[in-house]
């Protein structure tokens, strides 16, 4: 996507998060491009995948909103706000049965039927060719966090909301998952927000970088100007 195609697809206005009196969040405002690739990056506890819930409506802001594509999100179905976009957590969480059943419930509950087309063209893109009858419990780490990828895509997501989508894997696992992501990235042309605590991963993955220290936004830029060479 050029700099020219781009607009505004995601805008959050004063999201504030407040629990037992504690701000978790505080305030926080930000503007982000159709196409982007953005890295939610700081410690644990800065607040990050509390803000990537918000930005889901997984919880709800105490005060502020999240703008998606001018409309304001609290004015839509959460169903339809979490189709447009879709999230990726940590743990995959998989239904019992094969890969195929696992993709084809998103589109199900919509009353669409996914093909067997469909669900191959799935599996190839996140390099799971042939896994369309295995059983999720038969699947590695990586593999189960492949298919999460493919069963989240089967929506036609307009955004990927991924929260720490690699902490709990293996090295190998974490390779192969980072490649799948950009691949999915690159060939779909989606906006991703990246929720992480890994700087390597930060300079893998994202063009830019929202640094979260303590529910602030303390930095906000390229990569390079973020986190330096």
Same mark, same amino acid.
């Given at each position: 996507?050029?700099?020219?195609?781009?607009?505004?697809?995601?805008?959050?206005?004063?999201?504030?998060?407040?629990?037992?009196?504690?701000?978790?969040?505080?305030?926080?405002?930000?503007?982000?491009?159709?196409?982007?690739?953005?890295?939610?990056? #700081? !410690? *644990?506890?800065? /607040?990050?995948?509390?803000?990537?819930?918000? &930005?889901?409506? @997984?919880? $709800?802001?105490?005060?502020?909103?999240v703008w998606v594509e001018g409309e304001?999100?609290?004015?839509?179905?959460?169903?339809?706000?979490?189709?447009?976009?879709?999230?990726?957590?940590?743990?995959?969480?998989?239904?019992?049965?094969?890969?195929?059943?696992?993709?084809?419930? #998103? !589109? *199900?509950?919509? /009353?669409?039927?996914?093909?067997?087309?469909? &669900?191959?063209? @799935?599996? $190839?893109?996140?390099?799971?060719?042939?896994?369309?009858?295995?059983?999720?419990?038969?699947?590695?780490?990586?593999?189960?966090?492949?298919?999460?990828?493919?069963?989240?895509?089967?929506?036609?997501?307009?955004?990927?909301?991924?929260?720490?989508?690699?902490?709990?894997?293996?090295?190998?696992?974490?390779?192969?998952?980072?490649?799948?992501?950009?691949?999915?990235?690159?060939?779909?042309?989606?906006?991703?927000?990246?929720?992480?605590?890994?700087?390597?991963?930060?300079?893998?993955?994202?063009?830019?970088?929202?640094?979260?220290?303590?529910?602030?936004?303390?930095?906000?830029?390229?990569?390079?100007?973020?986190?330096?060479?």
């Amino acid at each position: 996507m050029t700099e020219s195609e781009r607009h505004t697809f995601i805008r959050a206005e004063n999201l504030t998060y407040v629990v037992e009196g504690q701000a978790i969040l505080s305030a926080i405002s930000f503007a982000i491009q159709s196409g982007e690739r953005v890295a939610i990056f #700081g !410690p *644990s506890g800065a /607040g990050k995948s509390t803000l990537i819930r918000l &930005i889901n409506r @997984l919880d $709800e802001p105490t005060s502020g909103t999240v703008w998606v594509e001018g409309e304001d999100y609290r004015q839509m179905p959460p169903r339809v706000l979490r189709q447009r976009l879709g999230m990726v957590m940590q743990h995959p969480n998989l239904f019992p049965g094969t890969v195929a059943d696992n993709l084809r419930y #998103g !589109p *199900s509950a919509r /009353g669409e039927a996914l093909s067997d087309q469909a &669900i191959r063209a @799935l599996l $190839e893109g996140v390099d799971l060719a042939g896994f369309e009858d295995r059983q999720v419990g038969k699947l590695s780490g990586g593999e189960a966090q492949r298919v999460n990828l493919a069963r989240t895509l089967a929506n036609k997501p307009e955004a990927l909301l991924l929260d720490e989508p690699t902490s709990a894997l293996d090295q190998a696992a974490k390779a192969e998952v980072e490649e799948t992501i950009l691949s999915v990235i690159n060939h779909q042309k989606v906006t991703c927000i990246l929720v992480t605590h890994d700087e390597a991963q930060v300079r893998r993955l994202a063009e830019r970088v929202l640094r979260f220290e303590e529910g602030q936004i303390v930095a906000d830029g390229t990569v390079l100007e973020v986190l330096g060479a």
